[in-house]
Nanobody, 125 residues
Framework: QVQLVEAGGGLVQAGGSLRLSCAAS????????LGWFRQAPGKAREFVAAISWSGGSTYYADSVKGRFTTSRDNAKNTVYLQMNSLKPEDTAVYYC??????????????????WGQGTQVTVSS
């Protein structure tokens, strides 16, 4: 079992930046793809970004490409999401999740078996 805890959310003005972190405990998470998802009020959860177990591959939703960067430090069991040039439409609860299955299908949320509790990101206009 892997426990994930997000941190770093908050209120920021449009154009600002935030850095989310997700710390894992329990079983080591180094073999897993780590993903970021978000859910805005009244909307379905959507994929944001993911990083492979080695950190060598990343994948981003078109809506955040060029603005968000995900990275990981397996020695610290932590994954990060650097969010720049934030927009009001980025407002949501952000979740990290671990994909325990073989293969690289980072955008498919059904593959992610372990989820954090989420952290709120609010971007004001």
């Amino acid at each position: 079992q892997v426990q994930l805890v997000e941190a770093g959310g908050g209120l920021v003005q449009a154009g600002g930046s935030l850095r989310l972190s997700c710390a894992a405990s329990g079983r080591t998470f180094s073999p897993y793809t780590l993903g970021w998802f978000r859910q805005a009020p009244g909307k379905a959860r959507e994929f944001v970004a993911a990083i492979s177990w080695s950190g060598g591959s990343t994948y981003y939703a078109d809506s955040v490409k060029g603005r968000f960067t995900t990275s990981r430090d397996n020695a610290k069991n932590t994954v990060y999401l650097q969010m720049n040039s934030l927009k009001p439409e980025d407002t949501a609860v952000y979740y990290c999740a671990a994909d325990v299955h073989a293969g690289w299908v980072p955008y498919r949320d059904a593959r992610y078996e372990h989820w954090g509790q989420g952290t709120q990101v609010t971007v004001s206009s």
